[in-house]
Structures are given as C-alpha cells and as structure tokens.
C-alpha cells in the first residue's frame, strides 16, 4: 500500500521538489501552504506522516505540531531553516518524531520519513506477528489472540483489524478502511463499518462498551492504540 504524506511548508520550491522526489518513491503526497490549511487536511483525511515546517505564514511548526498532537499520533518530521539546538529540543518534546534542518539532502529526508514510518507500525516479530499489550495478530495464519485465546470474527473483520494494526496509532477513516480491504467483497464493507468495527469489539476488548483497543475519534474516524498498559 502507498503511504501518504501530508507537506505543510510555504516554501513553493521546496514543496514542489519533496512533491516530485517522495511521489518518485512511492508516496501519495499532498501539500498545504499555511498551518490552518495543513490541520484542515490533516481532518479531512489522516495521512500517514506529516512534514511540518517550522516557519509558517499563519501559526509556528510548534504550535501546528501542538495542535496535530492533540487529535492524532500521526508522525511528524518537523522542518526549519534554524539550526539551533533549542529548537530541535522544543520540537522533540512537544511531540515530533524527528527534526531535519534546512538544507537537507532529499535521500536523508526519505531514510528519516522510512525510520519514523517503520517505529509507528507497532511491534512486529520476526514471524510477522503483531503485539500490542496482551493482543496478538497473527496476518500468516489469520488469527486473533488475547492472552493466548483465539478470538472469533469473520475474514473481513479480521481484514479490518490487520489494516488498523498495520496503521496503529493512526486514525484511520472510513474511507481508508474500505480501500485499504479493498480486496474483500466490496458490498461487505460499504455501509458497515461500523457494525463490523463493533463486532471486532466485540471479539478483543475486555469491555465493549468502553473499548481501549480501538478508539473512536468523533467525526474522524477509527484508531487501534498504539501504546497499551500491560493490562489493556
């Protein structure tokens, strides 16, 4: 599948290089001018990175990444033109997932987005087995587990819950879903989601009705948490 990354930078040159050099390379890309602009976008629809740069006609890269964080885990590769320390340190501990001063050289840049792409998939054994907390997701055998205990759902349900885990701590919309198991019957998931979502719920979450595995985001869309307690 092809990861989407979301440019916010006033630069045109820049913005028009990174376009052709990450759409060269296997990415959708999709570019915004202004910081309200990019956090529109970023609403419209989760990419799966942003490149934020600092300097931004309307509010600062800091303030941007402040505002990402606070509806999305999607990581960021922050941008800037300053070099200073202080400023890689600011935007590490307001949630950045990596800093590159400019100028950059484009191949460090794509090794750095591949890094941060690859940190943000989840934990995945040498087996292809996917863990968060006391889930596993087996995609080889196309099974389910809770603390060992095989959990019951369709292949499409499964499909679904592979396609979160795949994108874990990235919202995912609707949309998303539906393309990324587009291989599936199609019928299946047009106006269902939402029940087979519940469903899925239904199968892994120790309370249903409070679930901690798969987040709703209101307006946005689903979300399987990256991060869980020991007990989640």
């Known amino acids: 599948m092809t990861d989407e990354v979301l440019i916010i ?6 913005s028009a290089m990174l376009f052709d050099y990450l759409s060269g390379n296997g990415f959708a890309v999709r570019e915004a001018a202004t910081a309200r602009a990019g956090l529109a976008e970023l609403a419209r629809r989760a990419p799966g990175a942003v490149i934020l740069d600092i300097m931004l006609p309307d509010l600062d890269g800091f303030e941007t990444c402040r505002r990402i964080r606070a509806v999305s885990d999607v990581p960021v590769l922050m941008l800037t033109a300053r070099g200073e320390d202080t400023d890689r340190i600011v935007g590490l501990e307001i949630g950045a997932d990596d800093y590159l001063p400019k ?6 840049l794509l090794a750095r987005l591949r890094a941060i792409l690859r940190r943000r998939s989840g934990t995945t054994g040498r087996n292809g087995v996917m863990r968060f907390g006391r889930l ?3 995609p080889g055998s196309r099974v389910a587990r809770v603390d060992g205990r095989d959990c019951a759902m369709t292949g499409h349900q499964f499909d679904l ?3 979160l885990a795949q994108h874990a701590g990235r919202i995912l919309s609707r949309e998303q879903l539906m393309d990324l198991v587009r291989g599936a019957e199609a019928d299946a998931f ?3 989601i939402d029940v087979h979502i519940s469903r899925i719920r239904a199968a892994i979450e120790d309370d249903p009705k409070h679930p901690r595995r798969i987040v709703t985001v209101r307006g ?3 979300v399987l948490a990256r991060r869980q307690d020991e007990d989640a």
């Open 161 to 163: 819950l592979v396609a």
């Open 9 to 14: 930078d006033d630069d045109t040159r820049l």
């Open 103 to 108: 100028p950059f050289n484009p191949r460090e």
């Open 190 to 192: 047009d106006r269902s």
């Open 220 to 222: 946005a869309g689903y």
């Open 136 to 138: 596993e997701i087996d």
